[in-house]
């Protein structure tokens, strides 16, 4: 059970071990376009058709004729991977129940977006999780889980191919300890590990990413900007608000930054530093890198720059 491209890496993995995938069920299609007319199947679809895999693309879950429709496959165990939250009469249905691969070390980034969140809060270490699911979200019994590091300068792109490919890897090293175990493998509490590691102020929760979360906060730090504009990029893409000198307002994407270790000059001050954009967080200069006007193309910052004027009379808000 998946959508995603990245749910597809387990898919694949599940196929290439030779593993029966009795079916596949994934999102109804999407409308795209204009006007919506054209439907865009899921990643996921796309790759099972190629493999001739049934599948099942219910509206609700709790339809008894898509229930029914999934029991008749009669399959021992469920996977789902960027998927949804489930009914207990569908988790519950196979005799090895339904887990999932959770792209965080939980009980930390429980959660719909836990990539991104990883990397906004400037986290350098991340990973995997498979769990049993119960009825709440992400709180199921801890299988297994597998770390993986954030480097300073890696955006939520790097971190998003790296937990795609290792949770595939991990998925199929759950389902070994899961038949070696007859269905019932050892598992930790996720309480137990909240208890033991954290208190409840130190959980980070990872809701889902809206465009009013991606707007860039000048009064943050510059290394808490720097972090949540690699947290957003490529997609969706943190964004702020260019004012030009005579008051005009355009959306402003910000893709690529750096550091710079230069003493701010004021929140939301533009600056010109030799031929480099610069704008003033809450205590240092970062510079920008990479970014894209409202209806233009994404382009380097320096290109920018030569098709600009008095930069230095603007500010971002």
Known sequence: MGTPEFAVETLQALVENDYNVV??????????????????????????????????????????????QLRSYQANLQVVVAFRMLPEVVWAMPEYGTFNVHAALLPQYRGAAPINWAVINGETMTGVTTFFLDHDIDTGRIIMKKSFAIPDDADVEYVYDGLMHLGAQLCIETLETIIAADGHPETVDQDHVQHSM???????????????????????????????????????????????????????KIYKARKTSRAGVGSGTVSIVGKTLCISAADELLEVLELQLAGKKRMAARDFLNGMKDMEMYCVK
């Open 23 to 68: 079916a596949v069920v994934t999102q109804p299609d999407k409308p795209v376009g204009r006007h919506g007319s054209v439907l865009q199947p899921s990643a996921v679809k796309q790759y099972a058709l190629e493999k001739g895999l049934p599948v099942l693309q219910p509206m609700k879950m709790k339809d008894p004729e898509f229930v029914e």
């Open 198 to 252: 954290f208190n409840v102020q130190c959980l980070k929760p990872a809701p889902k990413i809206f465009k009013e979360t991606c707007e860039i906060d000048w009064t943050k730090t510059a290394k808490q900007v720097y972090d949540f504009v690699r947290g957003l990029s490529p997609v969706p893409g943190a964004w702020t608000t260019l004012v030009a000198p005579d008051g005009k307002e355009t959306v402003l």
